[in-house]
Each structure stands twice: as structure tokens, then as C-alpha cells.
């Protein structure tokens, strides 16, 4: 018997977003179609409480405790206590966390300096991966926005001069996201069957697709002709181990029964043939250090 597949959970924490926000509240100021449906086919609640503040509001849902519990100060969550995070990974997820963390005091010399330096870090809260802002710099906390001061498994960030924050994370050589990063195709079909739909403000959109994406991936996709380009898009020289990693994926693709792995060429005409699917894979630096 094979083992049941534990279920994706995405908790998102949304900032300013008020009861009066969503329509399936009554809310007549904008138009809520993904969760209105969420709501619908889900849990929806009406009877509850939050805090009008950043720091006990996050403390809460980190721990699932009130604050008399376990408040110690404003931007500190006491390092003994277990998050979701801790628990998640308990029952074997994998966890990851991005956003906004001021879980650890940044408190400057001159204010409360008795918390300076308290609280929790990130690497000890039960998440195996972050990319936050506000994650305890002292005084040098910095903006989110412009040249934004992140953290990530790697330590404080240090391509971020003259860049704007949410684009950080963003566009490596090319291979760029404007939606989520996950583990695997599955889990973006999932992302994407909760968050399909218009983007506020555009003047065009994609017809919705005619079954679940998640439903659409179960489908055998028949026999692929793969593309392969050794080439750096951005003229960085590529690494030896990188060009043997896709030299190796380009074996087991043929090993799986697809066409070629032959060199792209002009990426431009690959992406215009209609009668087969192109596979482009890239080489990057950044590539192998990621994996």
C-alpha cells in the first residue's frame, strides 16, 4: 500500500487587509472572485478577533497562544517557544517562510536597550528556508524597498544596492517568477488552481483553463523534443559542473523515450513550433548553487 500524500498548506498572512475588503464579507469596494471561492468551498469565518498590531498579531498566529501567555516586548518572540514551523516539521513537512520576520529586536542603543538583540532567529524557528526583511539587524535594519537589507539561508544579502525589494529573489539570469517557487510541479499546479484568475487592473486575461491544473498534470504529455543551450544568458562564463548536470538530465530525458536534447539555437523559433513541445534548459551559476 502506497502512503498517503500529505496535503500543501499555504498560510498567507495578508498586511491592511480588513473584513470590509473581501466581497464575500459584503464588502462592495473591490471584486474578490479567487476568495470568494476559497470561502465558498472552504472554512469561513465570522466570529473572530486580531490586534491592530503588527508585532502581537504575528506572536499570535506564530504560536496559536494569546499575548498575556507569551508577550516579552515589541518585536521579540521568546526563543523557547515553538512555532508552526517547529511543528510542521514534526510531522514531516518541509517549511518555508518569506516576508516580513521583526521577531528579533533592532532595537537602536538609545530605546529599550535591555531588548537589544533578543528574541528569535529565523534558522532556529522551525523553517528550513526564509527570505525576510526586518529579521533582527539592530538599528541597521534597513528598507524593504529601495537597496532592501534580506535575509536568507545564506546570510544577509549582498546584491541588493540599487535594487527594489520585491524584485529581489527575482529574474536570476532568467529565470524569473512572478508567481511562487516550489518543489515541484504538482505543488505549482496546486498554487496555481487557488490563484488562477485576472490580475488586478490588467487589460488582458487568459482564458480559465478547462480542468484543474492539478487535474491537467495527471495527463501524459507524450513525446517531447528537448532543446538544450550551454550558453549563459547573461555572459557569465558556465561552470564544469553545471554543463555535466544538464549533460546528465538531457541523458535521462532520452532514457525516458524524448526526442534529441539537441543544442536550441535561436530560442525564438524554438518557442514558435507548433507541433511539439520545447523544453529550454539553461545553465546558470546560480542554477547549481540553488540546487
Known amino acids: ?39 465558498a468551498s472552504g472554512t469561513q469565518f465570522t466570529h473572530a478577533y486580531a490586534l491592530p498590531l503588527c508585532t502581537p498579531t504575528r506572536i499570535q498566529i506564530m504560536t496559536g497562544k494569546y499575548n498575556f501567555r507569551n508577550w516579552k516586548a515589541f518585536g521579540i518572540l521568546d526563543p523557547s517557544e515553538k512555532t508552526f514551523g517547529h511543528y510542521m516539521q514534526y510531522a514531516g513537512y518541509k517549511t518555508c517562510i518569506t516576508g516580513k520576520w521583526q521577531l528579533r529586536s533592532y532595537n537602536p542603543p538609545d530605546f529599550e536597550p535591555e531588548w ?16 525576510l526583511w526586518h529579521a533582527g539587524h539592530t538599528e541597521d535594519k534597513g528598507s524593504r524597498y529601495a537597496d532592501p537589507v534580506i535575509l536568507d539561508n545564506n546570510g544577509l544579502r ?12 527575482e529574474g536570476w539570469g532568467g529565470m524569473s517568477t512572478v ?57 557569465f562564463e558556465v561552470e564544469p559542473d553545471c554543463l555535466n548536470a544538464v549533460e546528465d538530465a538531457a541523458k535521462l530525458l532520452r532514457d525516458l523515450g524524448h526526442d534529441g536534447a539537441q543544442e536550441a539555437g535561436d530560442v525564438r523559433v524554438l518557442r514558435s513550433a507548433p507541433h511539439y513541445i520545447v523544453l529550454i534548459i539553461r545553465l546558470y551559476i546560480m542554477l547549481y548553487r540553488m540546487l
Open 179 to 235: 508567481h511562487v517557487v516550489s518543489r515541484s510541479v504538482r505543488d505549482s499546479a496546486a498554487m496555481l488552481d487557488a490563484t488562477h484568475g485576472p490580475d488586478l487592473g490588467a487589460p488582458y486575461q487568459a482564458a480559465a483553463p478547462a480542468r484543474p491544473y492539478l487535474e491537467e498534470i495527471g495527463e501524459h504529455p507524450g513525446k517531447l523534443r528537448i532543446a538544450l543551450q550551454h550558453l549563459s544568458f547573461n555572459g
Open 116 to 131: 537589544r538583540g533578543q528574541g528569535m532567529l529565523p534558522e532556529n524557528a522551525g523553517f528550513d528556508e526564509y527570505f
Open 1 to 39: 500500500m502506497t502512503e498517503k500524500r500529505k496535503k500543501n498548506i499555504i498560510l498567507i498572512l495578508a498586511d491592511d487587509l480588513g473584513y470590509e475588503c473581501l466581497s464575500c464579507y459584503g464588502g462592495k469596494s473591490y471584486d474578490t472572485p479567487n476568495l470568494n471561492a476559497m470561502a
Open 158 to 169: 549582498q546584491d541588493t544596492e540599487g535594487k527594489y525589494g520585491p524584485d529581489v529573489g
